[in-house]
């Protein structure tokens, strides 16, 4: 089990469940730990600082007891196609569909670093767009459909859509087309103008890296 | 029941056209004996990645019994998902899986109709039953997925007339075949899978009138006098558990024996499927 | 699919039912033994309209009815042209042997009607496919629906369940249509050899499909039953109800049939002659050796497989420290099972657990020869 | 024997001897005066003629009358008409809009159904089950018309009653009751469409784990759950069962548990609102059942038996009832072939022992 890179068949056999920690694509059966997907093994060594640490791994088990590392099987390599189901922590990016006062319907296209597929459906309510002085927000003033924006899971939601929250400073809008059609350029937290018409718009900026 | 949306062809059964060649005529009139051993399946070709629209799809093709005008098994598989679900049904926490089989209208001696006929949603049913034992349903949950089965050919001796064989036979074949082949495309669409299902079948048959039975694996209908009982098995190797068991036959119930033999071959046939379908999906990431 | 109706439990539930059936013995729900059905009520012959009806119906108020129609119906020959056209008609009679008397299985139409369900529902499909294979299963029934060489009996079976179904309809869909072709009675032929057929219109004379036995009135042969045979653990569970049926770990369909006589079944003897068979040797076979016969075995899905997972209270998040955590919904991590907490199950069922399902089932005086013990006592009116 | 088949039966005479008396009356009044059959034709026709409905002279009846839709129950104008009846424009006739008995309060007449759906009514102890988790509430099923509706705002929340709620609980609201997920709860408000609204703002009520459902007909006319003193109790079983808890749900949902130490007796034992806090939230949204013996589980089964045996015999379930079925049951068992580990009270055994109850 040293090399990082070898492939896994489903139901292929990786390791004893008391030695790793069940990532992303394995499943436990009689205390051992198989694949359950078609993909590269990946091993990764426990984080030395223990706490709440950037998620690598999709599944978060609950406190170790003893940090053991953590195997997973990823697709990533062997199919362009892979699909991932949205899980809250996730940053995604997604375009917004529609809006209404109460919240801002989008589409979600990027989840972490992968391309969907599939259409999955998120909702960013007026109480989740920023931190501070939610009272005032107006979803008309922090999306326009047609947005491209960066968001966080926070639920995996109801039948139908995940909820997303932009209350970080990095989180929002990153690309904005004006009503005149021209691609925006963020001004401020709160502001996209048009190069050409010179027209602000108001929109929940995401903080450039 | 008729089909509006699509130019369907004749209506009513049509009845295949049985030349009589004379040179051939003996060939056609005796009974193709099989040739393999009893143990012995057909060699099959399995591909994934067929269809690049798909989430996962895979193709296979198990070779005809080397008679000219047999037709094989030939399938090809397309699963679609794992995607959000319509928004008009409920929450569910796990995968919805939905499971099309369906024999192209040419895939069988009696032409097929567009819309599905109770034999092809029974066979659904059973592969349904055979890969919701495979797949960690609750990795996916509010998710759902199609995969599609359609059979282009139907591994049926065109040379036989109607009342030789029967279709009923033919049947576990193709499902063990669907099986196989839907496992492979699941793999390739990246659904999580406790271990890979395949199928396969065995069959107590009798060769001549006066002979004793004997039990044989993958077998062919028409190469048999008479089938008194067939099975086909999903079956999940590293964990050794079935997921599917179709029965049907007319066995003495005292001879809870040849049930379990039965069931043994049918598990072994499952196992070469098996081996078969690890190399294709090896090669896949290679 | 098959039972996909799912009964919606709560995992506490589900993890309470488990624990009660994997038992030794186990605890069912309505303390039923492991192999003890439910009581129902049977009666047939209630549609004068019939060639032959039934009906059952459980406490819970679960009822189906099965009606039988025979039409006659020109036999279709293999190829066209091929139908045969009466010669002598003496001499045909002479020339049918058993074997030509072969029947098809488009002989037989059989339909379910379950309220609620689609009728291109896949349960539906799935249950009607699962009867009639049975019935079809060796040949020797539809052989029952020959008339002579031009001409065949077509059957239509016709099986309704009058209430929504409580539970997983199979057994007593089954138990009611062997009742009703018990029942069913066919006119007597008068017609002779291949001519058109011709009956006798006095419906005393007709003759059962099934043929009796002229001394005791009971049949000889009997149409197949279907069985639904669960496990959970080490248990074998007989006739489960809805409940429990969502934590079986495998449920098995089980369809068994009966003949005669061995002899009966290899010469492919007619039905006409089993009516005259030796009241003594007939009377031996009910009494002695009962000539079980497996028909056929369908993994019925479990619904267990598609109920909510509890979650443990070690990782339960409205379990008191719930702020701690960072992810309140954060997907439930592969882990070990915990006691008391219900896991849906994976994968499939050993091989062996199978064939101790189907060996409970056929075992000499086993639940199959019960069933049927149960089956001929009731009154055929 | 596994198998039980019975012959039909005639139905059941289950509404008592006043009924009976009343149509022997009948035929008899019809039998002296005109003698035949269609000389009852000839009575209707006049009562017709007259512009009555045909009627029976009920109103003076025992306990036990059944009305059947369109009947008249009266038309003495005394009465007020009451649920199930209605008054035909015009008239002052009360006729009956339901099949049922006939029940009197005051000069306030109402026929209660036979069968029928609960009706919920504020105050009422109910079993749900959860079947929709939407965004502030959930939908529960009670069994009655409509789905009731528990809003997040009337649970308690982990971490004590103090606890203010959050957005976060918003989003996690599945972790609390998720679809399928048995409550007991009370009906706190009934909207004008007959909807309920739910609460489990006490400790008494809650998710329920460590037992079984089973669903009877509740307000029935013959049998099933009736409202009563007490709804939920105690009972110390038979043959080292121990304790275990009943809950007959008004809505003739019915939960059977072993008994865990409720919060409230542990009030007792601790002291200070940060203990009670941590132990309501302890057992409040937990899925995991405790450790429960052999013994309490058929225990538990044998009243399951006792509570489907009492409803397929018409007769009523409360706690007087129950108590006596499952004493009545045990000594059942006793002189049982199998013994005491004979618990099954389905069929004729159920009718054995409906007989011993009804003959007390």
């Known amino acids: 089990m040293a090399s990082s890179s070898s492939i896994a068949l489903p139901g292929q056999l990786l390791g004893p469940a008391s030695k790793f920690q069940p990532g992303p694509g394995t499943h436990i059966h009689q205390s051992n730990l198989y694949s359950s997907l078609l993909g590269v093994v990946h091993i990764s060594q426990p984080a030395k600082a223990p706490g709440p640490t950037k998620r690598l791994t999709k599944i978060t088990p609950a406190p170790a007891p003893a940090e053991l590392p953590t195997v997973s099987v990823s697709r990533s390599g062997v199919s362009e196609k892979r699909e991932v189901l949205p899980e809250v922590g996730n940053t995604v990016l997604c375009r917004v569909i529609r809006i209404t006062p109460r919240q801002a319907v989008v589409a979600i296209l990027i989840c972490g670093d992968t391309v969907l597929h599939a259409e999955w459906q998120g909702l960013i309510r007026v109480q989740d767009v920023r931190a501070t002085e939610k009272d005032k927000v107006k979803i008309y003033e922090s999306f326009r459909p047609g947005d491209i924006v960066r968001a966080e899971v926070i639920s995996l939601g109801d039948q139908a859509n995940f909820y997303l929250s932009t209350a970080r400073n990095e989180l929002g809008v990153l690309l904005a087309t004006s009503e005149a059609g021209n691609n925006m350029f963020p001004v401020n937290w709160k502001e996209y103008q048009d190069p050409e018409t010179g027209v602000s718009e108001p929109r929940k900026v995401a903080r450039p890296y | 029941m008729t089909d509006r949306r699509r130019i369907n062809g004749p209506v009513g059964a049509t009845i295949p056209l049985v030349f009589e060649d004379v040179e051939d005529y003996e060939q056609v009139a005796t009974k193709a004996a099989r040739s393999r051993a009893p143990n012995a399946v057909r060699k099959m070709y399995l591909k994934t990645g067929v269809t690049p629209s798909a989430s996962g799809s895979a193709y296979l093709e198990i070779e005809t019994s080397g008679k000219g005008g047999v037709s094989g098994l030939k399938l090809s598989c397309t699963v679609y998902g794992p995607r959000s679900l319509p928004r008009s049904?409920?929450?569910?926490?796990?995968?919805?899986?939905?499971?099309?089989?369906?024999?192209?209208?040419?895939?069988?001696?009696?032409?097929?109709?567009?819309?599905?006929?109770?034999?092809?949603?029974?066979?659904?049913?059973?592969?349904?039953?055979?890969?919701?034992?495979?797949?960690?349903?609750?990795?996916?949950?509010?998710?759902?997925?199609?995969?599609?089965?359609?059979?282009?050919?139907?591994?049926?001796?065109?040379?036989?007339?109607?009342?030789?064989?029967?279709?009923?036979?033919?049947?576990?074949?193709?499902?063990?075949?669907?099986?196989?082949?839907?496992?492979?495309?699941?793999?390739?669409?990246?659904?999580?899978?406790?271990?890979?299902?395949?199928?396969?079948?065995?069959?107590?048959?009798?060769?001549?009138?006066?002979?004793?039975?004997?039990?044989?694996?993958?077998?062919?209908?028409?190469?048999?006098?008479?089938?008194?009982?067939?099975?086909?098995?999903?079956?999940?190797?590293?964990?050794?558990?079935?997921?599917?068991?179709?029965?049907?036959?007319?066995?003495?119930?005292?001879?809870?024996?040849?049930?379990?033999?039965?069931?043994?071959?049918?598990?072994?046939?499952?196992?070469?499927?098996?081996?078969?379908?690890?190399?294709?999906?090896?090669?896949?990431?290679? | 699919m098959a039972s996909t109706q799912h009964a919606l439990l709560s995992p506490a539930e589900l993890a309470y039912l488990h624990a009660a059936l994997s038992l030794t013995p186990p605890i069912r729900p309505d303390g039923r033994s492991p192999a003890q059905f439910r009581p129902l009520v049977a009666e047939t012959g209630i549609l004068p309209g019939t060639n032959g009806s039934a009906r059952i119906c459980f406490a819970d108020g679960t009822e189906a009815i099965v009606g039988v129609k025979a039409e006659v119906e020109r036999t279709r020959g293999g190829y066209e042209g091929e139908i045969v056209e009466g010669g002598g008609a003496e001499e045909v009679v002479t020339d049918v042997n058993d074997e030509e008397k072969k029947g098809e299985s488009d002989w037989v139409e059989m339909t379910v009607e379950i309220p609620g369900l689609r009728d291109d529902d896949a349960t539906t499909a799935f249950l009607g496919a699962m009867i009639?294979?049975?019935?079809?299963?060796?040949?020797?029934?539809?052989?029952?629906?020959?008339?002579?060489?031009?001409?065949?009996?077509?059957?239509?079976?016709?099986?309704?369940?009058?209430?929504?179904?409580?539970?997983?309809p199979l057994p007593l869909l089954s138990l009611t249509t062997h009742l009703a072709l018990l029942a069913t009675r066919l006119p007597r032929l008068k017609s002779e050899g291949d001519e058109d057929p011709f009956f006798?219109?006095?419906?005393?004379?007709?003759?059962?499909?099934?043929?009796?036995?002229?001394?005791?009135?009971?049949?000889?042969?009997?149409?197949?039953?279907?069985?639904?045979?669960?496990?959970?653990?080490?248990?074998?569970?007989?006739?489960?109800?809805?409940?429990?049926?969502?934590?079986?770990?495998?449920?098995?369909?089980?369809?068994?049939?009966?003949?005669?006589?061995?002899?009966?079944?290899?010469?492919?003897?007619?039905?006409?002659?089993?009516?005259?068979?030796?009241?003594?040797?007939?009377?031996?076979?009910?009494?002695?050796?009962?000539?079980?016969?497996?028909?056929?075995?369908?993994?019925?899905d479990p619904p267990s497989r598609l109920t909510p997972s509890g979650v443990p209270n070690a990782t339960n998040t409205a379990y008191g420290a719930a702020t701690t955590q960072k992810q309140p919904e954060a997907r439930t991590a592969e882990a070990e099972a915990v006691e008391g907490v219900w896991r849906a199950p994976r994968g499939g069922a050993k091989p062996l657990v199978m064939a101790a399902l189907v060996h409970k089932v056929l075992e000499k005086g086993g639940i199959a020869d019960e069933v049927l013990d149960a089956l001929h006592a009731v009154d055929l009116g | 024997m596994p198998v039980t088949i019975l012959a039909p039966k005639a139905m059941r005479q289950d509404y008592g001897q006043a009924d009976k008396q009343?149509?022997?009356?009948?035929?008899?009044?019809?039998?002296?005066?005109?003698?035949?059959?269609?000389?009852?034709?000839?009575?209707?026709?006049?009562?017709?003629?007259?512009?009555?409905?045909?009627?029976?002279?009920?109103?003076?009846?025992?306990?036990?009358?059944?009305?059947?839709?369109?009947?008249?129950?009266?038309?003495?104008?005394?009465?007020?008409?009451?649920?199930?009846?209605?008054?035909?424009?015009?008239?002052?006739?009360?006729?009956?809009?339901?099949?049922?008995?006939?029940?009197?309060?005051?000069?306030?007449?109402?026929?209660?159904?036979?069968?029928?759906?609960?009706?919920?009514?504020?105050?009422?102890?109910?079993?749900?089950?959860?079947?929709?988790?939407?965004?502030?509430?959930?939908?529960?099923?009670?069994?009655?018309?409509?789905?009731?509706?528990?809003?997040?705002?009337?649970?308690?929340?982990?971490?004590?009653?103090?606890?203010?709620?959050?957005?976060?609980?918003?989003?996690?609201?599945?972790?609390?009751?998720?679809?399928?997920?048995?409550?007991?709860?009370?009906?706190?408000?009934?909207?004008?469409?007959?909807?309920?609204?739910?609460?489990?703002?006490?400790?008494?009520?809650?998710?329920?784990?460590?037992?079984?459902?089973?669903?009877?007909?509740?307000?029935?006319?013959?049998?099933?759950?009736?409202?009563?003193?007490?709804?939920?109790?105690?009972?110390?079983?038979?043959?080292?069962?121990?304790?275990?808890?009943?809950?007959?749900?008004?809505?003739?949902?019915?939960?059977?548990?072993?008994?865990?130490?409720?919060?409230?007796?542990?009030?007792?034992?601790?002291?200070?609102?940060?203990?009670?806090?941590?132990?309501?939230?302890?057992?409040?949204?937990?899925?995991?059942?405790?450790?429960?013996?052999?013994?309490?589980?058929?225990?538990?089964?044998?009243?399951?038996?006792?509570?489907?045996?009492?409803?397929?015999?018409?007769?009523r379930v409360d706690e007087d009832m129950v108590m006596r079925g499952y004493h009545e049951a045990v000594e059942m068992a006793m002189v049982s072939s199998v013994g005491a580990d004979d618990i099954y009270l389905g069929g004729e055994r159920g009718e054995q022992l409906a007989a011993v109850l009804t003959a007390v």
């Open chain 3, 132 to 168: 009639s294979e049975a019935l079809l299963a060796d040949g020797g029934f539809s052989r029952r629906l020959w008339i002579n060489r031009r001409f065949h009996w077509k059957l239509y079976l016709d099986i309704l369940l009058i209430s929504p179904p409580l539970s997983y």
């Open chain 2, 89 to 286: 049904s409920p929450f569910s926490p796990h995968i919805i899986l939905s499971t099309h089989v369906k024999y192209a209208p040419f895939a069988t001696k009696q032409r097929r109709g567009y819309l599905r006929d109770p034999a092809e949603r029974d066979l659904g049913s059973h592969l349904e039953a055979a890969l919701r034992g495979a797949i960690i349903a609750d990795r996916w949950p509010k998710s759902g997925v199609d995969i599609i089965v359609s059979i282009i050919e139907g591994d049926q001796d065109r040379e036989t007339s109607k009342t030789q064989g029967d279709e009923a036979w033919d049947i576990m074949n193709a499902l063990s075949g669907c099986i196989t082949v839907a496992s492979a495309a699941l793999a390739d669409a990246g659904i999580d899978c406790v271990d890979t299902v395949a199928g396969g079948v065995a069959a107590l048959v009798r060769d001549t009138a006066d002979s004793s039975p004997s039990i044989v694996v993958d077998p062919i209908p028409s190469e048999h006098e008479k089938i008194l009982a067939s099975c086909c098995v999903a079956y999940l190797p590293t964990r050794n558990e079935v997921t599917n068991l179709w029965y049907k036959g007319d066995l003495p119930a005292s001879d809870m024996e040849l049930y379990t033999k039965l069931v043994e071959k049918g598990i072994q046939a499952s196992t070469n499927a098996n081996r078969v379908l690890l190399e294709c999906l090896g090669e896949t990431v290679n």
């Open chain 4, 22 to 315: 009343n149509i022997s009356d009948d035929s008899d009044d019809a039998d002296s005066s005109n003698g035949g059959a269609e000389l009852d034709y000839a009575e209707l026709a006049k009562a017709d003629a007259e512009g009555h409905t045909h009627k029976r002279p009920r109103i003076a009846g025992g306990d036990f009358e059944i009305v059947t839709p369109g009947e008249v129950i009266t038309d003495d104008p005394q009465w007020m008409r009451g649920h199930g009846t209605y008054v035909a424009a015009g008239t002052t006739s009360i006729i009956s809009s339901v099949a049922g008995t006939i029940t009197r309060t005051n000069k306030l007449l109402s026929v209660r159904p036979l069968r029928a759906r609960y009706t919920p009514e504020v105050g009422d102890l109910v079993v749900g089950r959860i079947v929709e988790v939407q965004a502030k509430r959930w939908r529960v099923d009670v069994g009655a018309t409509q789905l009731a509706s528990l809003p997040l705002s009337a649970i308690n929340l982990p971490g004590g009653i103090l606890r203010k709620r959050t957005e976060t609980d918003e989003l996690q609201i599945r972790t609390f009751f998720a679809e399928g997920d048995l409550l007991v709860a009370e009906v706190q408000q009934l909207f004008q469409d007959g909807g309920a609204v739910l609460h489990t703002r006490s400790l008494k009520y809650g998710k329920l784990r460590n037992g079984m459902f089973v669903a009877v007909s509740g307000m029935g006319g013959g049998g099933g759950v009736v409202r009563s003193r007490r709804q939920v109790w105690t009972l110390e079983a038979a043959s080292g069962g121990g304790p275990i808890d009943v809950v007959l749900g008004v809505n003739g949902y019915v939960w059977i548990s072993k008994h865990v130490e409720t919060p409230e007796g542990l009030v007792e034992k601790t002291s200070g609102i940060t203990n009670l806090d941590e132990s309501v939230s302890a057992t409040m949204y937990s899925s995991q059942n405790d450790r429960i013996g052999p013994e309490t589980m058929r225990e538990i089964a044998r009243i399951r038996g006792v509570v489907t045996a009492l409803v397929d015999n018409g007769l």
């Open chain 3, 200 to 300: 006798d219109d006095d419906w005393a004379a007709a003759r059962y499909l099934y043929p009796r036995n002229k001394k005791d009135g009971k049949t000889t042969a009997r149409p197949p039953v279907t069985l639904l045979v669960m496990a959970v653990g080490n248990n074998i569970i007989f006739d489960p109800a809805k409940e429990e049926l969502a934590v079986a770990d495998v449920a098995l369909a089980v369809s068994i049939g009966e003949d005669a006589t061995t002899a009966a079944t290899a010469t492919g003897d007619d039905a006409s002659l089993m009516m005259d068979v030796d009241s003594t040797t007939a009377a031996a076979a009910i009494t002695s050796a009962r000539n079980l016969r497996l028909l056929s075995i369908r993994t019925i």
